[in-house]
């Protein structure tokens, strides 16, 4: 159980475009779900939190109007880079969690990650 | 006093040999600190975690140390395989997040190497 996929999991863009990264909890309805980026060899940065039905809160130094996040329903979760530039090439990764099971309220299920290139 | 500090940043072992990583922690409202395995390519993946009201927790050859006054909680692998080669992240959560499910903070990363 608790499976969290991500697609595309590799994707390809010119620079000014917009991409969107779809995360979907397979198994598990998910009351939060984070938006993290990792560039190589460094840790995971969050970039976001989302609650399913409320916006999207923002960590220090993350664009909102760049990074746009909706978290629609309990199942799914997406991101879009907007007018992606080459420093936005990373790897994008999601999770998702339910905040409502008490004795694992904050365990995090983590997506493949998205390999988001902007040339 | 949000920072996980881990270490070391790289760490190569003989197989059958024991790995042991590190973490330290500032925050002591911290109430889950699990551990996570990352492939190259691949999203991280949970190994084992532990909240405080246990100095240790076993689940296989993966055994997690918490000593709750030095803030401190490590890793160990025992009989590391060289399948175990990957990078290991350790992380920590505050209960005072949890109506947004958990907000993880992470320690900066254990490369490992298991060598034949």
């Known amino acids: 159980g608790a499976v969290v996929s991500q697609h595309p999991s590799r994707v390809i863009c010119k620079s000014g475009t917009s991409v969107k990264i779809e995360c979907r909890s397979l198994?598990?309805?998910?009351?939060?779900m984070f938006w993290y980026r990792q560039f190589p060899k460094q840790s995971l940065m969050l970039m976001a939190t989302?609650?399913?039905?409320?916006?999207?809160?923002?960590e220090q130094g993350v664009e909102k109007d760049k990074f746009l996040i909706n978290h629609a329903s309990l199942t799914l979760s997406t991101l879009t880079v907007t007018s992606a530039h080459p420093e936005d090439s990373s790897f994008y990764i999601c999770?998702?969690?339910?905040?409502?099971?008490?004795?694992?309220?904050?365990?995090?299920?983590f997506g493949p990650g998205t390999r988001l290139t902007v040339l | 006093q949000q920072q996980v500090k881990q270490s070391p940043q790289s760490l190569i072992v003989q197989k059958g040999g024991i790995s042991i990583i590190n973490c330290a922690y500032e925050?002591?409202?911290?109430?889950?600190f699990p551990w996570y395995q990352q492939f190259p390519g691949k999203g991280p993946a949970l190994l084992i975690a532990?909240?405080?009201?246990?100095s240790e927790k076993k689940e296989g050859r993966f055994t997690i140390s918490f000593n709750k006054s030095a803030k401190q909680f490590s890793l160990h692998i025992m009989d590391s395989q060289p399948g175990d080669s990957a990078t290991y992240f350790c992380?920590?959560?505050?209960?005072?997040?949890?109506?947004?499910?958990?907000?993880?903070?992470f320690g900066q990363g254990t490369e490992l190497s298991v060598k034949p």
């Open positions: 999770s998702a969690s339910d905040w409502r099971h008490i004795s694992s309220y904050n365990e995090q299920f």
């Open positions: 198994d598990f309805q998910a009351t939060t």
């Open positions: 989302s609650n399913e039905g409320s916006k999207a809160t923002y």
């Open positions: 925050n002591t409202a911290f109430d889950y």
């Open positions: 532990i909240r405080p009201d246990v």
């Open positions: 992380a920590a959560s505050n209960p005072s997040f949890y109506n947004q499910g958990g907000k993880l903070i």
